[in-house]
């Protein structure tokens, strides 16, 4: 550590000016210090040489009032140095310093060098006590030199009346140049605090705005951060004008996937397990979904409502979300390993696709918004999602419509969905090409004749509810997954991806309808629960 030089701690007090305050202020106190060190270094020597030349003169009187004015220097000297409030050293300052113009004065030198020190005290005393004690008392060091330049009896020596008129009027001239430019200083420093404060009250705004700024953007990536890829976040947040988050119409794809027979299964295993299950599922296929730059609207269950396309504009949006859909139904293979391995059954997800207008945007009230869907087309992705079965991704005409990437088209079927007024051609996939690639493993397992049939009675489910009334047919061939069966009654009443409620071997089983013979009375099932033991 450096030690300042003994005359710069001397003069200044000893004080640390290079922390705290402003540049203008430790300015202004280093030139206050070292003034009123000054003073009392210069007024303690100078006041010393007087004692000591009144002694040898025999004037005893003088030397006391000299020693007397050495030690106000002294006291004033050391509480510059130790006392915190540094007016009181600036008064004792101001004190010792007057005390010596009195003298100079008293003894009838204030002419030449010594008439100096008379003049800059108007200076000192403003700067060091302010403007109205220093006005003051340079008032007071007036008076009292006029008394003693004009009444010669209140001095030891008398002064010609031109010498003390020049005198006064000088004196004066300083005191008011002094006050002109300390009041200049002052209407400065006004200007300068008013500056500051302005520039303070801007600088606040300006962090105000920040934070409002800030807290925005945690807003949008809290509420997007779980729903959208992390590069979509990441152009929302450096776009200065960003794309609109409130509600407008986009023409986007919807898709929305769905756990075949998930509720059976949720009712006939610990809740625990089953959300352990969701938890894997959810994570495998959010993944793939944020790959393709797709937005999670919402988690429905065991149902995944996702789109592409908003809430930033990708014209490639129906490619996207089909190699998406491809994509997330091989990631179901390996999903059913790690389900295997710990003990949970194999489950089947069925994915549907439709492209359209919706209108997309921040949806609720001020308490609770979320980032919505909501439109025709997204309830026509529910209905299309109905027709799957596991394994499957059905398209709508209209998304096939949007693609470019050319795919392979493995069923065809017109179907009225609930709440379509017309008839609308759905497809099944299995395979998107350049430059996406994606293609399903078909594993087909041979269906195998039952010999003899088993009875089975089967009852529609409409509505997700079961009719009461029972329809005897018989299960002539049988697989892992599909079946088909023979009905006694014919399949007039019945269609395409119609959903049966099968009661065989004292077994509960629900299935699909895939397919439908109508000149032999056959239909082929996919099931959407176990079928072993049948």
């Not at 004065?105 to 005290?121: E, P, R, S």
């Not at 794809?253 to 352990?276: C, N, Q, W, Y």
């Not at 027709?387 to 005409?397: A, D, F, P, R």
């Not at 969905?417 to 395979?431: E, F, T």
Request: proline share 3%; hydrophobic share 45%; net charge negative.
């Amino acid at each position: 550590m450096n030690e300042k030089p003994f005359l710069v701690n001397v003069f200044t007090s000893g004080k640390d000016f290079e922390s705290g305050g402003t540049e203008s202020t430790m300015t202004d106190n280093k030139i206050r210090y070292a003034l009123m060190n000054f003073i009392f270094i210069f007024g303690a020597v100078v006041l010393a040489a007087f004692v000591a030349q009144n002694i040898l003169k025999g004037s005893y009187f003088d030397a006391i009032v000299c020693a007397v004015m050495i030690m106000v220097a002294i006291i004033g000297f050391f509480l510059a140095r130790f006392v915190r409030v540094q007016a009181i050293a600036a008064f004792f300052a101001i004190v010792s310093y007057g005390l010596f113009c009195f003298l100079l004065i008293w003894n009838g030198d204030a002419q030449g060098a010594g008439v100096l020190f008379i003049y800059i005290y108007p200076l000192l005393t403003i700067f060091l006590l302010g403007m109205k004690t220093g006005i003051g008392l340079s008032c007071v060091q007036l008076a009292v030199s006029t008394v003693q330049f004009f009444v010669p009896a209140a001095s030891r020596f008398s002064y010609h009346f031109d010498v003390s008129i020049r005198m006064v009027t000088v004196y004066i001239l300083v005191l008011s140049i002094t006050v002109v430019f300390e009041r200049t200083r002052q209407t400065k420093d006004r200007l300068n605090r008013r500056l500051t404060m302005e520039l303070k009250t801007l600088n606040d705004n300006l962090q105000q705005m920040v934070e409002e700024k800030s807290s925005r953007l945690i807003k949008l990536h809290d509420t997007f951060g779980r729903y959208l890829p992390d590069k979509i976040i990441k152009q929302l947040l450096e776009s200065p004008d960003g794309p609109s988050l409130w509600g407008e119409k986009r023409y986007i794809t919807i898709m929305t996937s769905d756990i075949r027979g998930f509720t059976p299964l949720a009712e006939s295993h610990e809740s625990e397990k089953v959300v352990t299950l969701l938890n894997y599922y959810f994570s495998v296929m959010v993944e793939i979904i944020h790959a393709f730059s797709g937005t999670i609207i919402e988690f429905l269950g065991d149902s995944i409502l996702c789109i592409f396309g908003a809430p930033l504009e990708d014209e490639g949006h129906a490619d996207n979300a089909v190699a998406c859909a491809l994509k997330m139904q091989s990631a179901m293979k390996d999903v059913n390993v790690w389900a295997a391995r710990n003990d949970f059954p194999e489950i089947e997800m069925g994915i549907a696709i439709n492209t359209g207008d919706a209108i997309v945007g921040n949806i609720g009230s001020d308490r609770v918004m979320k980032y919505n869907v909501i439109g025709s087309n997204v309830n026509l992705s529910s209905r299309i999602e109905s027709y799957t079965t596991g394994g499957q991704v059905m398209l709508s005409e209209y998304t096939y419509n949007a693609l470019r990437s050319p795919v392979h088209v493995v069923q065809k079927v017109r179907v009225t969905p609930k709440g379509v007024s017309m008839p609308i051609l759905i497809m099944r996939i299995d395979a998107i090409g350049e430059p996406f690639n994606i293609t399903l493993d078909s594993e087909t397992v041979p269906l195998q004749a039952l010999d003899p049939p088993l009875p089975v009675l089967y009852f529609l489910i409409r509505d997700k509810h079961l009719e009461t009334q029972g329809f005897d047919a018989l299960l002539t061939h049988l697989s892992a997954k599909e079946g088909k069966l023979l009905l006694s009654g014919g399949t007039d009443a019945l269609m395409m991806f119609d959903e049966l409620g099968l009661r065989v071997s004292g077994r509960e089983v629900l299935a699909k309808i895939t397919g439908i013979d109508e000149e032999r009375g056959v239909i082929t099932l996919r099931f959407t629960t176990d079928p072993t033991g049948c």
